[in-house]
């Protein structure tokens, strides 16, 4: 990317580095900004006049992230926008309060409607270069905005929750805009997954209502300009919640799961069935499978370096590999890629619909949108069920709900080769190998992230090896 000196305030840069969303933390910032564009005010002004600018600011760490980062400037305080605060700042002329754009109304309604409008808007600052331009699709067709929320918790994005009016008169679905923080060259997954499905006609993912994409200036790209999704607009599921909460809570009142976890492994072969026709796949071929191993051994290697007591077993691991590589294999498709329970919604009267196609976190960009092996999604979730007889273990000693998992993951993988006829279960080797590489990330993941439930991850590593290696 272009080094250009045009750093941002010191407030702003303050800011930025105590968001969720900063993927430098540890590390001396280095901002500037390189370009953005204005959007009109189209709310209805009852909170008085403001500007809004979307900013691209791009640290200049060791490995460079573009954020999006839209403020808003008012002169009198927003009621209520307390938490959105950026910045008071005072001169002779006055107070200019400083907002994060998602917690503005004037900016939440700008967005939305230049994706429901399909509008363009340009970079005033680069003459006039496009920098965004709106896409709408059928199920968003009549939307008008009545009011927006920022969605709570802990999110590497940040979502926006509208209601809106449907045609002027009744109320419309709920929407939900993700704003993607950092930036990509490329369309993002989660955009393109999501889109594939409803196009099928498929109900597995909330409906579409549309997205945003941007250019930037990026040197490195062909003609110097970058384009990426800035923003996703989807179906808004209110009041539902996620597998992880409705398992967790089965599990520890010794509630039967099996129904329910056999019906995800049906809409997980659902959702795979249905991606592997609305988007590119192919035959695996021996090449694949090397590099995808290969892949596998970089993130042990990986995983062993973050958590050094990984590193006995090494030698057990070679032998899963080896396995692993001379079983048959499944064909390449595009897939979720970091399905676990969090990611799907018990939704009444649907059933299980399944969210954020963005692949994992720690995995480069470009990696995440290959073509790869639904097995991965399979042990993802194998792993979650794991995941909460781990994390029951470990809130409350001496109490094991692990028959409990064992027999969720039997009927999910009985589901799973029901509906998608293919048996997954003879290709036994490789699916392990699947499920210890996810536990592999998980370590680094809790490392990083949840020190305290590490053991869930190293327990399962120890176990699946053994299993792996018995067979
Ligand atoms: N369409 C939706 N309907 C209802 N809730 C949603 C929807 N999309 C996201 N959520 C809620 O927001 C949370 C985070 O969304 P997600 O897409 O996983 O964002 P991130 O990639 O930032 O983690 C989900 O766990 C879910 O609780
Ligand atoms: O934030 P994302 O949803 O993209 O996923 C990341 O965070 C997850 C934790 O919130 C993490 O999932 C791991 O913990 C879950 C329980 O909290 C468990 O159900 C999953 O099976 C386990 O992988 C996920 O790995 C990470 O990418």
Redesign the pocket.
């Known amino acids: 990317m272009e080094v250009h000196v045009n750093g941002i305030p010191d407030y702003l840069e303050a800011w930025i580095v105590t968001q969720r969303w900063y993927a430098g933390k540890g590390r001396a910032p280095r901002f500037e900004d390189i370009g953005g564009f204005e959007l009109e005010d189209v709310s209805d002004g009852s909170h008085g006049q403001v500007s809004i600018r979307v900013h691209l600011i791009l640290d200049h760490a060791a490995n460079p992230v573009l954020y999006q980062v839209p403020l808003t400037e008012r002169r009198t305080p927003l009621p209520g926008g307390e938490s959105g605060l950026v910045a008071t700042l005072v001169d002779e002329s006055g107070s200019t309060h400083i907002y994060d754009g998602p917690f503005d109304p004037a900016y939440a309604t700008a967005l939305l409607r230049l994706i429901l409008d399909e509008r363009e808007v340009q970079d005033p600052r680069t003459s006039g270069r496009l920098a965004a331009r709106g896409h709408r699709y059928p199920y968003g067709d009549g939307l008008g905005v009545v009011s927006s929320r920022v969605?709570g918790?802990e999110?590497?994005?940040t979502?926006i929750v509208y209601e809106t009016v449907l045609r002027g008169d009744g109320p419309g679905s709920p929407v939900?805009c993700?704003l993607f923080r950092a930036l990509h060259d490329g369309d993002n997954p989660?955009v393109v997954l999501t889109e594939a499905l409803g196009t099928a006609g498929s109900t597995v993912a909330?409906r579409v209502i549309g997205h945003l994409t941007g250019q930037w200036r990026d040197s490195g790209k062909p003609h110097g300009l970058a384009t990426g999704h800035l923003a996703f607009a989807?179906?808004?599921?209110?009041g539902?919640q996620?597998a992880w909460r409705v398992a967790l809570r089965a599990a520890d009142v010794g509630e039967d799961f099996t129904a329910p976890s056999r019906a995800l492994g049906e809409t997980t072969a659902e959702m795979h069935r249905t991606l592997a026709t609305a988007l590119p796949s192919r035959a695996t071929t021996p090449a694949d499978i090397v590099q995808i191993v290969s892949n596998m051994r970089e993130r042990f290697e990986m995983a062993a370096a973050q958590v050094p007591s990984l590193a006995v077993y090494r030698e057990a691991l070679r032998e899963v590999y080896v396995r692993a590589a001379s079983s048959p294999w499944p064909p390449l498709q595009r897939i979720h890629g970091d399905f676990h329970l969090?990611?799907v919604?018990a939704v009444p009267g649907r059933g299980w619909v399944v969210?954020?196609f963005?692949g994992e976190p720690l995995r480069p960009m470009t990696e995440r949108s290959l073509p790869d092996i639904p097995l991965r999604d399979v042990a993802g979730m194998l792993r979650s069920f794991d995941y909460v007889a781990g994390s029951i273990a470990l809130s409350q000693p001496g109490r094991s709900v692990t028959e409990w998992a064992l027999a969720c993951r039997r009927a999910f993988l009985d589901g799973y080769i029901e509906r998608s006829g293919r048996d997954v279960r003879a290709h036994r080797a490789v699916l392990d190998a699947f499920e210890i590489d996810k536990a592999l990330y998980e370590a680094v993941y809790e490392a990083r992230n949840r020190p305290a439930w590490l053991s869930i991850p190293r327990d399962a590593i120890t176990r699946l090896i053994e299993r792996a290696t018995q067979s």
Do not use: C, H
């Open positions: 969605l918790g999110q590497s994005n979502s939900i993700k989660d909330p989807e179906e808004f599921l209110p539902v996620d969090g990611q919604l969210l954020d963005e």
